[in-house]
């Protein structure tokens, strides 16, 4: 039985974060004839300086613009904006500010279902990120998004010191066996942030976090996200 198409959104802190945290899940979407935007917050790049200075990161901003317009491609999403804000730096825009920015990409693209970051996060934007997301996403009878998801990320979910109450304890697991080499090719377009192993942010790591995410629930490979809110219309 065919089933209808999916508007899905991705709200990400970091062009790599789409990727190392739903990049199979996307591939999946995109065969299954779905519809994928993507909204990148965080320029990703001049945190790595001790002074806000965009004009010097120039050239690697744009670089990194361009991984993920070719990794977009993989998935076939043609809409892809990005906000650029400071890297690292997120913690200095209001949050009202961000919540109608997103509130903004949500009311023009009216998603179905919502990819964003979890909470507990030792990454500055993705925190950030997910507040902002949780609420422009409160849901209210005007909304229509039926599915909310949080994906962890290599090298920041994991590093967190979680307390209770805040663990990446996933919910909803996605099948992605069939796209794990087409997933590797698509991480490939990040190869500027990937390390070597055994640093989370390698391809060992993630081809080892699928297969035991998969493991956890009986298949060869999966992404698991903690799905916080479901509305059956």
């Known amino acids: 039985m065919k089933r209808d198409k999916k508007r899905i959104l991705v709200v990400a802190a970091h062009p790599d974060d789409e990727v190392l945290g739903a990049g199979g899940s996307l591939l999946r979407h995109s065969a299954e004839g779905d519809i994928i935007s993507v909204m990148f917050m ?124 805040n663990d990446f304890v996933p919910n909803l697991y996605i099948d992605v066996s069939k796209y794990k080499k087409n997933k590797m090719e698509l991480v490939k377009c990040y190869d500027f942030e990937m390390r070597p192993f055994p640093h989370p942010r390698s391809e060992e790591v993630l081809n080892a976090r699928d297969i035991y995410r998969g493991a956890s629930v009986g298949i060869e490979r999966a992404e698991a996200f903690v799905e916080v809110r479901r509305i059956v219309f």
């Open 42 to 165: 965080s320029d990703g790049v001049t945190g790595r300086d001790t002074e806000y200075q965009p004009d010097k990161r120039a050239y690697e901003i744009q670089a990194r613009k361009n991984m993920a317009l070719e990794a977009a491609k993989f998935f076939n999403c043609n809409d892809v904006s990005f906000l650029d804000l400071a890297n690292l730096r997120m913690d200095q825009e209001y949050l009202l500010d961000l919540t109608k920015k997103i509130e903004q990409r949500i009311n023009d693209f009216l998603p179905d279902i919502v990819y964003t970051h979890f909470i507990s996060d030792s990454n500055l934007d993705h925190g950030i990120t997910h507040k902002a997301c949780l609420a422009a996403l409160r849901p209210t009878p005007d909304r229509r998004v039926s599915s909310l998801r949080l994906f962890e990320v290599c090298s920041s979910t994991e590093y967190s010191v979680m307390a209770s109450g």
